[in-house]
């Protein structure tokens, strides 16, 4: 055999057809994926500017797109407003990121602690269980008597609101994660702290993942309303505030920069995701 053939195919052959034939359909799936993703709600806006523009809707409280962007680039062109926004969004940021990342520690513990220990997941589960319904919000009165009205508070909602999707999530990965990993672990009578971050997490990542991705949403959520309630700056405080005095293509312009903060941690969480976990690729 000669060294090409030893290689790969040679052009022409049978199997070289079908490598083609799979790179052009994965070719043709991600054009189709940008596409969709891309063209659909640009599809949305573009009838959302054209109910506005022919009378559907009221534009005194459903601006059009078109007003909005231009709104936005008023914003960003006078330097006091832009500081102003810079200086919520900032605020913002911080209370969600503190919060997220006490919110999370606090569940991946706790859940894996419950999934590995049966009496402490009998005596801990239900409590976890009974709350979890609970509007995280309608507590926000409780952690400013505990906490005060400052950002103390908005940061424990937060942490609150993170910690059930961490730790309910966490909590299935490990219980549902292969047993035989674990047995494999005793077996071998593995460190305890071998076990922990090199058999139980990492089983039982995608899980937690799924409870992380969920928790970015809550965090930016409960934040936003808790600035709406109790705050003097912030995303949240920003668009009540527009609201209250009717300027309602600002509100817009704070909604917006809300969801590009929320986009901008979900692409950072899938980033992070495909480089922790490569093994659980999608189909």
Known sequence: ???????GPAPGTTANVAVNQVLRAKRRQAVQQVALGVGFPLLLLAVWESCARTGVIDQRFFPSPSRIVAVAIDVVSSP???????RDVLATLGRAVWGYMLGAVLGVIVGAV???YRPIRDAIAPTIYATFPTPK???FPLLIVIFGLGDASKTALV???VFFMVCINTLSGVLYANPIY????????????????RVIVPSALPSIMAGLKLGIGQAFILVVSAEFVSANDGIGYYIWNSWQILDISR??????????LGGAAVVLSNTVERYLIPWAKRS
Not at 184 to 191: C, E, I, Q, S, V
Request: avoid cysteine; charge should be neutral.
């Open 1 to 7: 055999m000669s060294v090409i053939e030893s290689i």
């Open 80 to 86: 006091t407003e832009a500081h102003l926004v810079v």
């Open 182 to 197: 674990r047995d494999f672990a005793r077996a071998f009578r593995l460190p305890l702290h071998v076990q922990w971050f």
């Open 137 to 139: 919000l309608a507590i």
């Open 251 to 260: 509100m817009f312009v704070g909604l917006l920069i809300v969801s590009m």
């Open 159 to 161: 942490t609150f609101g």
């Open 114 to 116: 419950m999934g590995l």
